[in-house]
C-alpha cells in the first residue's frame, strides 16, 4: 500500500516542477527576461542579450533530445548568421574546413574550432579577454609547436606575442600574411600626394549642382556625361545623347517652390536644407519619405493622413540598401538585423489568439547609449539618447556628410582617441579640405576610418559596419590605412597603443619586424 | 556471329564484375579507393596540363600563383586538389582524402602524418607504378588507408616546388614522385 505521505512528496514535486515551468516560460515569452541570464555577454551582444532566440535557436525538447554536438553545430550556426559574411570576407585563416578529417582528432580534442563557442564562450565575462575570446592565451601553442624550428625568426618568442604585437590574427590576415608582407614591405610611410578615391569622388561636389551654377547648365552637363562616357570606355566616342539625359537630369531638380506637404509640416528651415540637397536635386519631393506610399499624390489631406514624421530606417533602406544592410551589421544598428528575434506573430482569429497576446513580447528598441557596454566611454549627457535610427547621424533634410563624419561621432564619443582627433594631423587635413585648400578626399575624418566607402560593383558605398573595421585593428590596414600610408607604417602605428590612444599624433614607438622577416626570407 | 561474341563479352564481363570488385561484406574498400583516385588523378592532371600548363606556362595568358586571390589569378594545382577536398568534406565523411608528401611545401598539412602514411608515400615513391593499402586505428576508429603516387606530371610541377622558398627538396624533375594522394575510408562506425 502506497504511504499517504509518499504520495503527497510526489504530488508536491510534480506541482513544484510545473510551478517552475511556468514561471520560467512566463518570464521566457514576456517577462522580465533579465532573471534568465546566467552572465552578461559580451560588449556589443549586450544590446541583444534579451533577444534570446536569436542565438539560442534550438527549443526545449531539442535541447533535451539532442546530442551536444549538434546543439553546439545550431548554435555556431547562429553565431554565422550575423558573422559569417566577414569571415568570408576576410578570408578566414582558419575555417572549420582545416579541422575536419581523422588525423585532426587530436587537434581537435586540443581545439575544437568546429564551433564558435570553443574560443568565445558567452555569458562569461569574468573569463572573457578582448576580441570576446574565452580561452588562454597560449590557444595557438595547440597547433603551432614547431614554430620556433620551422621558421628561425620565430625562435624562443613567447606565445602571448603571436596576436597582441601585430603580427597575426586568428581569422583576418589579409593585411599580414606573408606574400602580402613581401609585396608591400616596401611602402613609404606616407605615399605623396594621398587621396582616398572614394571620399574624394564623394566629397566633389554634386556635378548638378555645379552645372546649375553655370549660365548654360544644360551644355555644362552634357559636357561632363560626355567626360564620363569618354573615360569609362577609354575611346572618344559618344553612344548617348547627353544632352537629352542632361535635360532630364535637370527637369528632375526640385526647388522650394515646389514643395508638396502638409500646411503644418511645412518647416521653412528644413525646406531651404533641403532645397540643396541630394535628394532636391534627384527629384524626391517631401512626400518619397514621409509618406513614401503616396509619393506621387498632391492630395494633401491624403498626404497629411499617411505623413510619417520621423521616417526611419525602413524608409532610407529603400533606396541606401547597402547602407542600411551594413548599419544592420555594426554596433549602431544590431538591433534591427534581419536575423534578430522578432516578436511572436499573433493569430487574428482562434481559441489561442487570448493566450498567445497575454505572452506576446514586444519588438527591441533602438538602444540607449546609456544601455551600450562602453557608456562609460560616451558623454554623460547622451545616455538616454537612442542610437538605431539613420537620423541620429544625419540631418534628415540636409543630408549633410560632413556632420555624419565627425560632429556626429564626437557628439557622443567620449574617449582619449575621439577627443585628441581634435589635434591629430588627421583632423588638421580635414580642416584645410573643408577650407578649400586640401583636396576633395585630402581630409580624414571619423567615418573615413571607422566607416570607409568600400567598392561596390562599379560604384562604391559608405559602410556603416564600424565594427567590420575595427576588430582586430588590422582589418584597417587595407580598406583604410593604406589609401594614404605604406603597410609597414601602418602595422606599427596600429600595435602601438599609445599611438591609437593620441589619435596618431606623433610617430609608432616601436617597430614591428614582421616585413623584416618575411623580406628576409626572400633574399 | 558478332552478336553472340558480343552477349558472350558481356556475359564475361558481367559475371567478372562480383569476383574482382565485391568481397562478402560489399566492394572491396582498394576498388573504391581506386575508383575515386581514378577521378581524382584525371581531373587534376586536365587542370594542370589544360590550364597551367597551357594558359599559364605556355602562352602565358594568365598567371597561376598561391595567393590568387589577392593576385586575382588561378590557383595552383596542389590548391585546386585541396580545396576539391575540402568540398567533399562539406559534404561526406564516407571517405576523406588529402595530398600529401614527404617533402612538404606546407609543413602544418604533414603535422599530423600517421605512421602508415609515411610508409605509403614512401612506399609509392620507391616503388614507381605501384600503390599502397593499409589498416590503421586513429582515435579508435578503424580506417582503410590508400596512396597513390603524386607525379610532376608537368614541367611547371617541378620547377614551381624546386624554387619554393618552402620546399625541402629542389631537384625534382618530370615524372618524379612528389608525393602521394591519400585516400581514407573508414571501415566501422
Given amino acids: 500500500m502506497i504511504n499517504r505521505n509518499h504520495m ?42 534579451l533577444a534570446c532566440e536569436s542565438c539560442h535557436t534550438t527549443g526545449l525538447i531539442d535541447n533535451l533530445t539532442k546530442s551536444p554536438k549538434k546543439l553546439a553545430a545550431a548554435m555556431t550556426k547562429a553565431c554565422g548568421t550575423c558573422h559569417l559574411e566577414e569571415l568570408n570576407a576576410a578570408n578566414d585563416s582558419h575555417p572549420t574546413k582545416k579541422f575536419r578529417g581523422a588525423k585532426k582528432a587530436k587537434t581537435r580534442a586540443q581545439l575544437n574550432a568546429f564551433y564558435c563557442q570553443t574560443c568565445h564562450a558567452e555569458h562569461v565575462p569574468e573569463i572573457t579577454r578582448p576580441m570576446a575570446v574565452s580561452l588562454p592565451q597560449d590557444l595557438c601553442v595547440a597547433c603551432h609547436t614547431k614554430i620556433g624550428e620551422e621558421r628561425e625568426s620565430h625562435a624562443g618568442l613567447e606565445f602571448t606575442t603571436c596576436a597582441s604585437a601585430g603580427c597575426h ?28 578615391e572614394f571620399a574624394a569622388i564623394s566629397r566633389t561636389p554634386a556635378i548638378i549642382r555645379t552645372a546649375l551654377d553655370e549660365d548654360d547648365p544644360i551644355t555644362a552637363l552634357e559636357t561632363y556625361l560626355n567626360d564620363r562616357d569618354t573615360q569609362k570606355a577609354e575611346q572618344d566616342v559618344q553612344t548617348t545623347d547627353n544632352r537629352t539625359k542632361a535635360k532630364e537630369m535637370l527637369d528632375l531638380v526640385l526647388y522650394a517652390k515646389d514643395v508638396i506637404a502638409p500646411e503644418q509640416y511645412q518647416d521653412q ?77 499573433v493569430e487574428a482569429d482562434g481559441p489561442m489568439s487570448i493566450a498567445v ?43 549633410n556628410l560632413e556632420v555624419a563624419g565627425v560632429e556626429a561621432c564626437t557628439s557622443c564619443h567620449n574617449d582619449d582617441h575621439t577627443q585628441n582627433y581634435f589635434n591629430s594631423r588627421h583632423f588638421e587635413l580635414w580642416q584645410l579640405e573643408l577650407s578649400g585648400e586640401g583636396a576633395p578626399g585630402t581630409g580624414v575624418t571619423c567615418a573615413d576610418c571607422h566607416m570607409p566607402k568600400i567598392e561596390a560593383g562599379d560604384s562604391f558605398f559608405t559602410s556603416h559596419n564600424q565594427n567590420d573595421f575595427l576588430r582586430p585593428k588590422e582589418k584597417m590596414i587595407r580598406p583604410v590605412c593604406m589609401s594614404c600610408h605604406g603597410l609597414g607604417f601602418s602595422i606599427d602605428a596600429l600595435a602601438d597603443p599609445k599611438l591609437v590612444e593620441s589619435n596618431f599624433n606623433g610617430r609608432p614607438s616601436k617597430h614591428i619586424e614582421s616585413i623584416d622577416w618575411a623580406l628576409k626570407r626572400e633574399e | 556471329m558478332s552478336k553472340i561474341i558480343n552477349m558472350l563479352v558481356g556475359g564475361a564481363m ?12 560489399g566492394i572491396d574498400p582498394a576498388d573504391v579507393t581506386d575508383m575515386l583516385h581514378a577521378v581524382m588523378d584525371s581531373d587534376r592532371t586536365i587542370y594542370t596540363k589544360m590550364i597551367v600548363g597551357r594558359l599559364v606556362a605556355e602562352h602565358k595568358l594568365i598567371k597561376a600563383t598561391e595567393n590568387f ?23 561526406t565523411d564516407l571517405f576523406e582524402y588529402s595530398l600529401q608528401s614527404l617533402w612538404p611545401i606546407n609543413k602544418p598539412n604533414a603535422e599530423n602524418q600517421t605512421e602508415l602514411e609515411k610508409e605509403g608515400l614512401k612506399f609509392v615513391a620507391e616503388n614507381i607504378g605501384e600503390n599502397f593499402y593499409g589498416e590503421e586505428v586513429i582515435d579508435d576508429l578503424k580506417y582503410f588507408t590508400a596512396v597513390y603516387a ?9 620547377t614551381c616546388h624546386n624554387e619554393h622558398k618552402d620546399s625541402p627538396r629542389t631537384d625534382f624533375k618530370v615524372g618524379d614522385v612528389m608525393g602521394g594522394v591519400v585516400i581514407r575510408i573508414p571501415l566501422e562506425g
Fill in chain 1, 269 to 345: 528651415d528644413a525646406i531651404t536644407a533641403w532645397e540643396s540637397s541630394a535628394h532636391a536635386g534627384a527629384g524626391l519631393n517631401c512626400a518619397a519619405c514621409h509618406a513614401p506610399d503616396f509619393k506621387d499624390t498632391t492630395d494633401l489631406a491624403l498626404l497629411e493622413e499617411n505623413w510619417t514624421e520621423r521616417p526611419g530606417l525602413a524608409v532610407c533602406s529603400d533606396c541606401h540598401e547597402n547602407q542600411a544592410e551594413t548599419f544592420t551589421m555594426g554596433k549602431h544598428g544590431m538591433r534591427f538585423h534581419p536575423e534578430i528575434a522578432k516578436p511572436r506573430t
Fill in chain 1, 169 to 196: 590574427n586568428y581569422h583576418d590576415n589579409t593585411a599580414l600574411y606573408e606574400a602580402f608582407l613581401v609585396k608591400h614591405g616596401h611602402g613609404e610611410d606616407f605615399l605623396p600626394d594621398a587621396v582616398q
Fill in chain 2, 69 to 91: 586571390e589577392d593576385d586575382i589569378s588561378a590557383p595552383l594545382p596542389a590548391q585546386m586538389f585541396r580545396m576539391g577536398a575540402e568540398a567533399v568534406a562539406d559534404r
Fill in chain 2, 14 to 25: 558481367l559475371a567478372a564484375i562480383p569476383v574482382s570488385t565485391t568481397s562478402a561484406d
Fill in chain 2, 150 to 158: 603524386d607525379v610532376a606530371v608537368a614541367e611547371v610541377c617541378a
Fill in chain 1, 8 to 49: 503527497l512528496w510526489v504530488l508536491w514535486i510534480i506541482l513544484s516542477l510545473m510551478g517552475m515551468m511556468i514561471i520560467t516560460g512566463v518570464i521566457f515569452v514576456g517577462g522580465p527576461r533579465h532573471l534568465l541570464l546566467i552572465g552578461k555577454t559580451t560588449a556589443a551582444h549586450g544590446q541583444i542579450e
Fill in chain 1, 357 to 399: 497576446h497575454v505572452f506576446k513580447d514586444t519588438p527591441l528598441k533602438p538602444t540607449s547609449i546609456g544601455q551600450t557596454s562602453r557608456k562609460d566611454l560616451m558623454k554623460p549627457d547622451v545616455h538616454d539618447m537612442e542610437i538605431g535610427n539613420c537620423n541620429t547621424c544625419h540631418k534628415p533634410h540636409e543630408v
